[in-house]
C-alpha cells in the first residue's frame, strides 16, 4: 500500500477500506508516514468527509494504536460520559455519585483542566488529601464495592490521537466532524467504556457554534459508538452563558455539594438529570428515561447520592467532612462584588469570556505546568433573564488578589444589560440511537 494512493482516492471522494485505514493510523505513529502526507489526508478527508464505516475503523484504528483499559473485571455495564467542555461545568461532580448512588459502576478516568475550562480532578484536589493516584488494583477494588472511583489518566492511550490532533491544530483541519468525532470516541472507549453519554455543548463558550453544527458532532458520535459496539447517546445544551452559578474549583466542589442535596442551580440540576436519566437507562436500570430521572430524583432527596459522595472522598484519602462544612474549603482571601452600572434585564454572559476571567484570578492553567490557585473565582447572582437594579452585585469576585481591576473591566465587556432578553434553551436536543 502507497500512502500517496489513499491520499489520492480520498480527494477523489472515495471511501477507504478498513486496511487503508489502519495502514495509514498505524504507519502515521510509527513515523513511517510523514506529516506532510498525514497533513494532506486530513484536509482531503475535511473537504471530501467519511462514511460511517470509515468512521468507525478510523475510531477503531486510533484506539488500536495505544495501550486500552480493561475494565472487564469491575461487574456491571460501565457507562461513561464526555462534555465537549465548557465553563463552570461542574456536571461531573454531581453526576459521578449521583449515578453510583443507584448502584451503577461509575470508574472515571479524568484529567486536568487546561485554559479557561476546569479540569475534575483539580476540582476534587480542593478536598483535603484526595488522590487520584491511586493503583489499577485499588481502583477496580473501589469501583466494584462502593460503585464508584476517579483515577488520573494512566498509560498510552491513543497515541494516534495525540499526534493526528497535534497536527490538525496546525494544518487548519481541527474543525471537521469525522476527525472530531473519531477522536473523541476514541479516547471513551480505550479508557473502557461499555457504553457513553455525551454532552455535546454549543454557543460561544463551545467547540461547536451553532446547534446545528453540534447537532451533526452528536449525531456522527453517536454513530460511530453504536457502530463499534459501545451503546451511545447525546444531548446537546447550551453553552452561551457559564453553567450553574460558581466558576472556580472548590466553589465548584461547593456548588456540587448544593446540588447533591437538591439546593443546586436550576440548569446545572436540569442537565445533571438528563445526562443521568441517559446513564441509568444505558446501564439497563430503567426501562425509559422518565423512570430513570425519577429515580435520580430519589437518590436526592433520601440523602444518599450525599452520602455516596462522602464515601468516595473518604475512599481516596480525602476529609469528607467538607460535605458537612463547606467553609473547609480553601478559601480566597479577598471578595469583590460586581455592581451593575445600570438597571435591566441581563441578555448575555459571554461564557468563554468569564472563564478567562476566572482564570486571570488563578483559576485555569495557561500552559500545563502552571500552578492554580483552587480557592479563586466567581459565583454569579444573574444569569441571562434576570432583571437587575443598578447598583446590584451581579457575581461575586473571589481573589488572593487586591487589584482586580482588569478583572472586573474583562466582566464589564461581557455582561450585556438590555431591556429584555432572549432566555437560550438548556437542552437543545437529545439524541439516542
Ligand atoms: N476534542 C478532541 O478530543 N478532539 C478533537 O478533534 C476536537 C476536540
Ligand atoms: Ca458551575
Redesign the pocket.
Known amino acids: 500500500m502507497r500512502m500517496v494512493d489513499i491520499i489520492s482516492k480520498k480527494r477523489d471522494g472515495e471511501a477507504l477500506t478498513k486496511e487503508e485505514i489502519k495502514f495509514v493510523v498505524d504507519g502515521y505513529t510509527k513515523g513511517d508516514i510523514p506529516d506532510y502526507q498525514m497533513s494532506s489526508l486530513a484536509m482531503a478527508i475535511f473537504f471530501q468527509d467519511m462514511t460511517d464505516e470509515e468512521r468507525a475503523h478510523l475510531t477503531m484504528a486510533m484506539v488500536e494504536s495505544g495501550d486500552q483499559i480493561s475494565l472487564s473485571e469491575i461487574n456491571g455495564i460501565k457507562v461513561d460520559k464526555h462534555s ?2 465548557g465553563v463552570g461545568d461542574t456536571t461531573t461532580l454531581v453526576l459521578a455519585p449521583l449515578v453510583a448512588a443507584l448502584d451503577i459502576p461509575v470508574a472515571k478516568m479524568s484529567g486536568r483542566g487546561l485554559g479557561h475550562t476546569g479540569g475534575t480532578i483539580d476540582k476534587l484536589e480542593s478536598v483535603k488529601g484526595f488522590n487520584v493516584e491511586i493503583s489499577e488494583d485499588e481502583f477496580i477494588r473501589l469501583v466494584n464495592e462502593d460503585h464508584i472511583a476517579v483515577i488520573g489518566q494512566t498509560g498510552n492511550l491513543t497515541p494516534a ?1 495525540k499526534k493526528i ?1 497535534a497536527l ?1 491544530d496546525v494544518t487548519g483541519t ?1 474543525n471537521s466532524i469525522p ?2 468525532a473519531s ?2 470516541m476514541s ?1 471513551k472507549i480505550a479508557a473502557g467504556a461499555d457504553a457513553i453519554v455525551l454532552d455535546v455543548k454549543t454557543g460561544n463558550g463551545a ?1 461547536m457554534k451553532t446547534v446545528e453544527d453540534a447537532k451533526q458532532l452528536a449525531k456522527a458520535m453517536v454513530q460511530i459508538g453504536n457502530q463499534v459496539g459501545r451503546q451511545t447517546m447525546a444531548i446537546i445544551s447550551d453553552m452561551n452563558q457559564p453553567l450553574g452559578n460558581a466558576i472556580g474549583n472548590a466553589l465548584e466542589l461547593r456548588e456540587a455539594i448544593d446540588t447533591l442535596k437538591g439546593e443546586g442551580p436550576d440548569d446545572l440540576t436540569e442537565l445533571v438529570l438528563t445526562l443521568g436519566s441517559q446513564m441509568v437507562v444505558l446501564a439497563e436500570k430503567a426501562n425509559s428515561l422518565d423512570e430513570a430521572r425519577e429515580m435520580l430524583k430519589g437518590v436526592i432527596q433520601n440523602g444518599k447520592a450525599l452520602e455516596k459522595f462522602k464515601t468516595f472522598l473518604a475512599n481516596q484519602g480525602g476529609d469528607a467532612s467538607v460535605v458537612d462544612d463547606p467553609s473547609q474549603l480553601p478559601t480566597a482571601q479577598y471578595q469583590f462584588d460586581l455592581p451593575a452600572q445600570t438597571s435591566g434585564v441581563v441578555s448575555e454572559m459571554v461564557a468563554n469570556e468569564i472563564g478567562i476571567a476566572s482564570m486571570m484570578l488563578g483559576a485555569g492553567r495557561q500552559t500545563k505546568e502552571d500552578k492554580i490557585d483552587l480557592a479563586v473565582g466567581l459565583v454569579l447572582h444573574k444569569k441571562v433573564g434576570d432583571t437587575v437594579e443598578k447598583g446590584e452585585s451581579l457575581l461575586t469576585i473571589y481573589a488572593n488578589q487586591e487589584d482586580v481591576e482588569q478583572v472586573k473591566e474583562k466582566l464589564y465587556e461581557n455582561i450585556t444589560i438590555s431591556d429584555k432578553a432572549d432566555v437560550p434553551k438548556l437542552i437543545h436536543e437529545v439524541i439516542t440511537k
Open positions: 465537549t467542555g490521537d490532533y490538525r481541527v476527525l472530531i477522536s473523541i479516547k467547540f
